[in-house]
């Protein structure tokens, strides 16, 4: 188990926050305690490879534009926040009857996973029902309860909030999905085809990564998953955008390395994050004379 002076998530607030939005990072979390790499096949590195790397770094001018940014600071590999508490696999938990087809847990990817990237088993044999438990109690629900609080002050303030869901995609990812002499995107935005966000939001948010330069798709190869199903309701004013970044355009993926020029590319996303941030944007009041 992960040290217990490791807390499940932490919250960059800004001194003012006078917008509306939201940004998270379920997936950043590098804190790999001995006792876990010691319950793997995998190595140090290896384990590594479903991790949206440095991601948290990536979004972290957030709050320098009024915006928290909540990030996790466990890994994905240890336990998934963006699925469901009860997508439990029944091949790795013991005590778990089959469920219903889910094409996540089926692949190795439920809320404790099974595998990380290529599908490479990361345990040995399965896990206690008992310690799935006790993952889902010390760290999805704390940063489930986070994100919650979040969103309602944002409604309570603002009435209306909205949550970017920051990822990044392996620089493969979208090969089988471009057709032939198409230009891969390099930013693959998702709201389940219009479910999680209203068309503004995801207009202005394609419109801030496109100004930057970058290329810009929707919904595929990723179009959401339990974040943006779970969290987005734009008919209540609840909008989610998912955001997932090729990892090659600021990683050495094989190293798992910031790239020489990430420097660059920071300052780049940081623009970004300033366009966002000014979506649904509270005006400050004008000083006496």
Same mark, same amino acid.
């Given at each position: 188990?992960? *040290?217990?002076?490791?807390?499940?998530?932490?919250?960059?607030?800004?001194?003012?926050?006078?917008?509306?939005?939201?940004?998270?990072?379920?997936? *950043?979390?590098? *804190?790999?305690?001995?006792?876990?790499?010691?319950?793997?096949?995998?190595?140090?590195?290896?384990?590594?490879? *479903?991790?949206?790397?440095?991601?948290?770094?990536?979004?972290?001018?957030?709050?320098?534009?009024?915006?928290?940014? @909540?990030?996790?600071?466990?890994?994905?590999?240890?336990?998934?926040?963006?699925?469901?508490?009860?997508?439990?696999?029944? =091949?790795?938990?013991?005590? @778990?009857?089959?469920?219903?087809?889910?094409?996540?847990?089926?692949? #190795?990817?439920?809320?404790?996973?099974?595998?990380?990237?290529?599908?490479?088993? @990361?345990?040995?044999?399965?896990?206690?029902?008992? $310690?799935?438990?006790?993952?889902?109690?010390?760290?999805?629900?704390?940063?489930?309860?986070?994100?919650?609080?979040?969103?309602? $002050?944002?409604?309570?303030?603002?009435?209306?909030?909205? +949550?970017?869901?920051?990822?990044?995609?392996?620089?493969?990812?979208?090969?089988?999905?471009?057709?032939?002499?198409?230009?891969?995107?390099?930013?693959?935005?998702?709201?389940?085809?219009?479910?999680?966000? #209203?068309?503004?939001?995801?207009?202005?948010?394609?419109?801030?990564?496109?100004?930057?330069?970058?290329?810009?798709?929707?919904?595929?190869?990723?179009?959401? =998953?339990?974040?943006?199903?779970?969290?987005?309701?734009?008919?209540?004013?609840?909008?989610?955008?998912?955001?997932?970044?090729?990892?090659?355009?600021?990683?050495?993926?094989?190293?798992?390395? +910031?790239?020489?020029?990430?420097?660059?590319?920071?300052?780049?996303?940081?623009?970004?994050?300033?366009?966002?941030?000014? @979506?649904?944007?509270?005006? +400050?009041?004008?000083?006496?004379?």
């Amino acid at each position: 188990m992960p *040290s217990a002076a490791v807390p499940a998530f932490s919250i960059a607030a800004p001194d003012l926050r006078d917008t509306p939005v939201i940004f998270s990072s379920p997936h *950043s979390g590098r *804190s790999y305690s001995d006792a876990f790499l010691a319950q793997s096949l995998l190595d140090a590195r290896m384990i590594r490879s *479903s991790e949206d790397a440095f991601v948290d770094q990536l979004f972290s001018a957030a709050p320098a534009y009024g915006a928290p940014l @909540i990030t996790a600071n466990l890994p994905r590999a240890y336990l998934d926040l963006n699925r469901a508490p009860d997508e439990l696999d029944p =091949a790795l938990i013991d005590g @778990i009857n089959r469920p219903a087809h889910n094409p996540r847990v089926s692949s #190795g990817l439920g809320v404790i996973p099974r595998v990380v990237a290529n599908g490479r088993a @990361i345990y040995r044999g399965k896990l206690p029902l008992s $310690e799935a438990e006790a993952r889902i109690a010390r760290v999805w629900h704390p940063y489930h309860n986070a994100l919650r609080r979040l969103i309602d $002050e944002s409604q309570a303030r603002f009435q209306q909030a909205i +949550l970017i869901d920051c990822h990044s995609m392996p620089h493969e990812a979208i090969e089988s999905h471009v057709r032939p002499g198409a230009q891969r995107p390099e930013v693959v935005l998702g709201d389940r085809f219009g479910a999680a966000a #209203g068309r503004e939001v995801m207009d202005r948010v394609e419109a801030a990564f496109a100004a930057a330069g970058l290329r810009v798709a929707r919904n595929s190869p990723f179009a959401g =998953a339990y974040i943006a199903q779970a969290y987005g309701r734009p008919s209540r004013g609840n909008h989610v955008v998912q955001v997932e970044i090729d990892r090659a355009l600021y990683l050495d993926e094989a190293r798992i390395e +910031l790239r020489p020029d990430y420097p660059a590319f920071y300052r780049l996303i940081s623009g970004v994050v300033a366009e966002i941030a000014g @979506i649904g944007r509270i005006p +400050l009041p004008m000083a006496a004379e």
